[in-house]
């Protein structure tokens, strides 16, 4: 077990909750008589430092999920990074003090917890935490454990190795971002293409592409080269299979609409693991976290952050800070 000095935690919070489902700015309220949450034997309590928006909890406020989603009311965010306040008796690798990350819904789609990260306090499962790396700020810690898991987990899943090339759709948004630097200077690319709009080809490069593609003006599946792994963050897996090398492989995270081989679809699934994984890099700067330049979003603006979010034309990760 591990050594827990008592921190005075409140039992009411203020939190984002949603009770029926809709668009952020029709459901989404700011209250501040919500219950902190209680830890289970395998949870951390986390004061939260920062959250960061991903397009799953538009999706899931929206009720596109119902099924499988906890009942409402229900605390929205997934991304976390904060203060350990409190333990669990079966916490072994986490004190209270330590600065942690993670994506706190380790199924995006399946059960998810009640009480999300948009909350002054997150109640997590240890195995889906890391410590911060030092050299991120807590805003940055935030913006990266859904996105950077999923651009790491789809490569793997993909087969990517050193000395392939890639082709990664929507480059410049949060996992795409992701995808070309982990690609181009964590997995050895021999060459990284990526799409984005005119304005976020600069980026690209900064990010570590070799060919930046402006998807408005040119047809990267019309280019004469072939890529050994399509990355799809966008939903164009189709037009991905005709970008591929034969036997090679294309990944989407877009679900919601047909995939035919080979591309197929990848969900994340937390943990902590990778992003102990990644540590090393990311204290390299070899991993950038990219924050959305309208970024951070204090914690009472996170219905525009999110009204920013749903535009689609966000570059990197939109972050709520302080909390
Ligand atoms: P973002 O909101 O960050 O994506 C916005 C970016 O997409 C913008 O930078 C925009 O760039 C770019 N973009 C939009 N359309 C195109 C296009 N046709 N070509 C190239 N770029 C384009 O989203 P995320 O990166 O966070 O997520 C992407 C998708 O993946 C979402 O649908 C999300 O739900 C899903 N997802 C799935 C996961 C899974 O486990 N399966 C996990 C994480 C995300 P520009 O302004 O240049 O158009």
Redesign the pocket.
């Known amino acids: 077990m591990a050594t827990s000095t008592p921190v005075s935690i409140p039992s009411k919070m203020k939190a984002w909750v949603y009770g029926q489902y809709g668009k952020p700015e029709d459901v989404l309220r700011l209250e501040s008589e919500v219950d902190v949450p209680e830890v289970n034997d395998e949870q951390v309590l986390i004061k939260v430092a920062a959250a960061s928006l991903?397009?799953?909890d538009i999706?899931m406020m929206a009720g596109l999920f119902k099924a499988t989603d906890s009942p409402v009311p229900t605390v929205a965010g997934y991304d976390v990074a904060g203060v350990v306040v409190k333990v669990g008796s079966k916490v072994k690798e986490f004190n209270v003090g330590d600065e942690v990350y993670g994506d706190i819904h380790e199924h995006?789609l399946n059960n998810p917890k009640g009480s999300g990260s948009l909350s002054e306090y997150a109640a997590v499962e240890e195995k889906v935490v890391a410590l911060k790396p030092k050299n991120l700020s807590f805003a940055e810690a935030a913006s990266l454990p859904?996105?950077v898991e999923?651009a790491y987990?789809?490569l793997e899943r993909a087969g990517f190795s050193a000395g392939q090339s890639i082709l990664v759709?929507?480059?410049?948004?949060?996992?795409?971002?992701l995808v070309v630097q982990l690609a181009k200077h964590v997995f050895g690319a021999s060459k990284v293409a990526a799409?984005?709009?005119a304005?976020?080809l600069e980026l690209l490069k900064t990010l570590g592409a070799d060919l930046a593609i402006d998807?408005k003006r040119d047809k990267y599946e019309d280019l004469p080269e072939k890529f050994d792994v399509v990355y799809d963050?966008?939903?164009?897996s189709g037009r991905g299979n005709k970008a591929v090398k034969e036997g090679g492989s294309v990944v989407t995270?877009?679900?919601g609409r047909p995939v035919i081989p080979p591309a197929f679809?990848?969900?994340?699934t937390s943990t902590g693991t990778v992003l102990n994984t990644l540590k090393p890099f990311i204290e390299e700067e070899k991993l950038k976290p990219v924050i959305d330049p309208k970024s951070p979003f204090p914690f009472s603006h996170t219905i525009e952050a999110f009204s920013h979010?749903q535009t689609?034309?966000?570059?990197?990760?939109a972050v709520i800070y302080p909390i």
């Open positions: 991903n397009p799953v999706k995006a859904l996105a999923t987990g789809g759709l929507g480059g410049a948004g949060g996992v795409g971002s799409t984005s709009c304005g976020k998807y963050t966008v939903g164009e995270i877009v679900g679809v990848f969900d994340v979010l689609g034309r966000g570059t990197g990760k």
